[in-house]
Nanobody
């Protein structure tokens, strides 16, 4: 059984930084993409950043230049370095891994507030 476990969320002041980590347990034979989504209160879940097969990255316009996604498929891990955080980045952040199916973590809360 595949499980994704996120860590690194918390409370940070505007302009601060956080690094999210996600590691998958269980057997995943082939990873097509690894990424991060977020869902703010009252809003739909949205893509933040993803690494697609071959190493190509994709970012939401709202985080370009501030967030950096990286991954290690051998370790079945994906990371999200978040800099220059803004209050509008406040959300629950979910890890996603797509193999033969889509797997989701339970989420980690990021709160950006002074």
């Amino acid at each position: 059984q595949v499980q994704l476990v996120e860590s690194g969320g918390g409370l940070v002041q505007p302009g601060g930084s956080l690094r999210l980590s996600c590691t998958a347990s269980g057997t995943i034979f082939s990873i097509n993409s690894m990424g991060w989504y977020r869902q703010a209160p009252g809003k739909e879940r949205e893509l933040v950043a993803a690494i697609i097969g071959g190493g190509r990255t994709n970012y939401a316009d709202s985080v370009k230049g501030r967030f950096t996604i990286s991954g290690d498929s051998a370790k079945k891990s994906v990371y999200l370095q978040m800099n220059s955080l803004k209050p509008e980045d406040t959300a629950v952040y979910y890890c996603n891994v797509i193999s033969w199916q889509s797997f989701w973590g339970k989420g980690t809360l990021v709160t950006v507030s002074s």
